[in-house]
């Protein structure tokens, strides 16, 4: 897992559309908007895609949630 990209490339499981940015406006396509597909630097869904998939990373590779603490994990 790409630790540095995986919070700016995390799947977004919700639809979500943006403004065109004003510096890259397309002429005729004003009223147009992007739809994302992945989470995008700043966007509220950002933490949660990304805690959502270091999460089952973490399930897969054998880390499972201590029953005390809720937030912390532990290795059998």
């Known amino acids: 897992m790409d630790v540095k990209s995986a919070f700016l490339d995390g799947a ?4 979500v559309y943006v403004k065109q940015s004003p510096s890259f406006i397309q002429s005729g396509k004003e009223e147009k908007v992007y739809k994302l597909t992945k989470a995008l630097y700043g966007l509220k869904q950002t933490p949660k895609a990304w805690n959502k998939m270091i999460d089952s990373f973490l399930h897969a590779t054998g880390f499972k949630k201590m029953c005390i603490r809720s937030w912390s994990l ?3």
């Open 12 to 15: 977004l499981d919700e639809e």
């Open 74 to 76: 532990c290795k059998d």
